[in-house]
C-alpha cells in the first residue's frame, strides 16, 4: 500500500529556533499533501494545502509567515515552524493524496511529528 | 457548515464485548465519510469509507459502519472487541475528491479490559 513518512518523528527545540519537519510520499506522487495539527486529546485540525509548484493554501488562523510551507516535489513537502514558542508544541500530521487515483482517491497519512519547544 | 460529532470521548469495553462509536456530521452536499484508527503517537490509519450504495459497508480489522442519512450518522461497530482495537478513533466527512478537506470528529479513546 501507498506510504507516507515524515521525518523527524520526533524533535525538541528551544525557543526562537526554527524547525523544518518533511513528509514524503515514498511509492506515489502526490499533487496535494494536507499539514494538520493535534493538540492533545483534540481532533487533527487541518493547517494548510500544500500543492506541488505552488503556493500553500492556509486555514483561517493559521499564520503562513510562521508556518512555511514548501511543496518542491510531487513526493516531498516540507513544513517549516519559524521562531517556535512553546505554544507551537503538537503534533503536527501530513497526508497525500495520489495523483493517478482519480478523484476518489484516498488519502494517506504519515506517522506524524511530536515537536516539543522548551 | 460542515462538522462531525463524536458524543462520546472514551470508552471502555471488555475483550470480547461487542462495540459501538457513534459519529454524526453536518455536511451541506453528498457526505463522504471515513473512519480512522490511531494507534498512541502514530499517524492515522483508514478503517473503512463509505462513498456510495450499500449502506453497511465493511472495513479492516473486523470493523464495520452503517450509513443512516436520516440521522446522519455513520457508527462504527464491532462484535467482538480485541485487546489490540485499543486507540482512539476518528470519524471524518469529505467532499466528494477525497483529495480536499477532511472534517475530524474529536475521536473517541477506547480502553478495553480483560
Known amino acids: 500500500g501507498a506510504v507516507v513518512s515524515q521525518h523527524p518523528s520526533r524533535v525538541i527545540c528551544k525557543s526562537g529556533t526554527s524547525v523544518k519537519i518533511e513528509c514524503r510520499s515514498l511509492d506515489f506522487q502526490a499533487t496535494t499533501m494536507f499539514w494538520y495539527r493535534q493538540f492533545p486529546k483534540k481532533s487533527l485540525m487541518l493547517m494548510a494545502t500544500?500543492?506541488?509548484?505552488?503556493?500553500?493554501?492556509?486555514e483561517q488562523g493559521v499564520e503562513k509567515d510562521k508556518f512555511l510551507i514548501n511543496h518542491a516535489s510531487l513526493t516531498l513537502s516540507t513544513l517549516t515552524v519559524t521562531s517556535a514558542h512553546p505554544e507551537d508544541s503538537s503534533f503536527y500530521i501530513c497526508s497525500a493524496r495520489d495523483r493517478l487515483a482519480g478523484v476518489n482517491g484516498e488519502q494517506y497519512f504519515g506517522p506524524g511529528t511530536r515537536l516539543t519547544v522548551t | 457548515a460542515q462538522s462531525v460529532t463524536q458524543p462520546d470521548i472514551h470508552i471502555t469495553v471488555s475483550e470480547g464485548a461487542s462495540l459501538e462509536l457513534r459519529c454524526n456530521y453536518s455536511?451541506?452536499?453528498?457526505?463522504?465519510l471515513f473512519w480512522y484508527v490511531q494507534s498512541p503517537g502514530q499517524g492515522l490509519q483508514l478503517l473503512l469509507k463509505?462513498?456510495?450504495?450499500?449502506?453497511l459497508v465493511q472495513g479492516i480489522k473486523g470493523f464495520e459502519a452503517e450509513f443512516k442519512r436520516s440521522q446522519s450518522s455513520f457508527n462504527l461497530r464491532k462484535p467482538s472487541v480485541h485487546w489490540s482495537d485499543a486507540a482512539e478513533y476518528f470519524c471524518a466527512v469529505g467532499p466528494a475528491n477525497t483529495g480536499n478537506q477532511f472534517y475530524f470528529g474529536t475521536g473517541t479513546s477506547l480502553t478495553v479490559i480483560p
Open positions: 500544500s500543492n506541488e509548484g505552488s503556493k500553500a493554501t492556509y
Open positions: 455536511y451541506g452536499a453528498t457526505p463522504y
Open positions: 463509505y462513498f456510495s450504495g450499500d449502506t
